[in-house]
C-alpha cells in the first residue's frame, strides 16, 4: 500500500511537471508563430491578404486562344472570361484556375494585333443597376513586357460595360506608354470632368465618345459614351475600390447604365508584341 501510494504521488508530480513543461513549449511556439504570422502575408482585418505580397509565379491553367464570342464562364469559378481580337496572331488567355492567384489571375500574350481585349471577373447582364452589387472590390498584383509593347494605346485595369443605356468604362491602373496617360492616348475626344482621390491616388476622371461603327457588346451601329478613371501614380499591385469610381462619376453626372454587365480585370493593347501576367487577381464584394 505505501508503494502504491508513493508511486501514485510521484507519478501525479511527473504528470505536473509534464503539463508544466508542456505549457512551456506551446507558449514559446505560440510566440514564434506570432513573429513569424507578422513577417508573413498575414490577412487583414477583413481576412484578406495584402495583394502587393502574392508575388509567387503561376505555371499552368487553361489557354484560350481564339474571340470569345462574348462572356464565358470560366469551370468551378464565380467569374467569367473574355477575348476580343481583331488581327495579329498568337494572340491567347491563360486562366490559372479558381484556386490559385486569388481565382481570377490570369496571363495574355498578344502579337501585333490591330487591337486586343482579355479580361477575367465578374459577369452578370441581370437588368440589375451597380448598386445593387454593393462595394466592389479588385485586389491584384501583375508583371508586364515593357513600355512600347502594346502598340499606340493600351489599358491595364477594371473595365466594363453597362446597358440602358450602353456605357463602356474604365478604371485604368498601368498601360504600356510612358508618363501618365491622358486624353491624346484614348481616343474619342476625350475630355477631363474631374478628379478626385480614393485608394492612395489621385484619379483623373474623362468621358469620350465612340463613333458610329466603333464595336460593342449589343452590335448596333451608333456611337456610344466611355467613362474613364486614370490614376495619376502607376502602380502593378493593390486593391481599387471599384464602387468608389462609379459614385465619383455619378456626382458629376456621368450615370451609368441601369443594367450592370460586368466588372472585369482588363489588358488591352491596340498593337505590338508583349504580355501580361497576374500572379493574383481577387474580386469580391463588401455589403453597404
Known sequence: MGTQKKTSHGGAGDTGLLFYVLRKFCAAVFTCCLLLSCMSNKPDKEGRVDPCTQNEKLEGGITYARNSGGNQPLPGSPYGYEIWTEGGNDNQLTWYGADRGGGAAFRAEWNRPRDFLGRVGFFWNEGK????????????????????????????????????????????????????????????????????????????????????????????????????????????????????????????????????????????????????????????????
Not at 190 to 210: C, S
Not at 223 to 228: G, L, T
Open 129 to 288: 443597376p451597380y448598386s445593387a452589387y454593393n462595394n466592389l472590390y479588385c485586389d491584384f498584383n501583375f508583371t508586364r513586357s515593357e513600355n512600347g509593347t502594346a502598340g499606340g494605346y493600351s489599358y491595364l485595369g477594371i473595365y466594363g460595360w453597362s446597358r440602358d443605356p450602353m456605357i463602356e468604362w474604365y478604371i485604368v491602373e498601368d498601360w504600356f506608354g510612358n508618363g501618365i496617360m491622358g486624353p491624346a492616348n484614348m481616343g474619342g475626344g476625350a475630355l477631363k470632368k474631374g478628379e478626385f482621390t480614393v485608394d492612395g491616388a489621385v484619379y483623373f476622371i474623362y468621358q469620350a465618345t465612340r463613333p458610329v461603327g466603333s464595336g460593342n457588346i449589343e452590335g448596333v451601329n451608333a456611337s456610344f459614351p466611355q467613362f474613364f478613371s486614370v490614376r495619376q501614380t502607376r502602380r502593378q499591385c493593390g486593391t481599387v475600390s471599384i464602387s468608389a469610381h462609379f459614385k465619383e462619376w455619378e456626382k458629376i453626372g456621368m450615370k451609368l447604365g441601369s443594367n450592370m454587365y460586368e466588372a472585369k480585370f482588363l489588358v488591352e493593347a491596340g498593337g505590338g508584341t508583349g504580355w501580361f501576367d497576374a500572379s493574383y487577381i481577387s474580386f469580391y464584394i463588401v455589403s453597404n
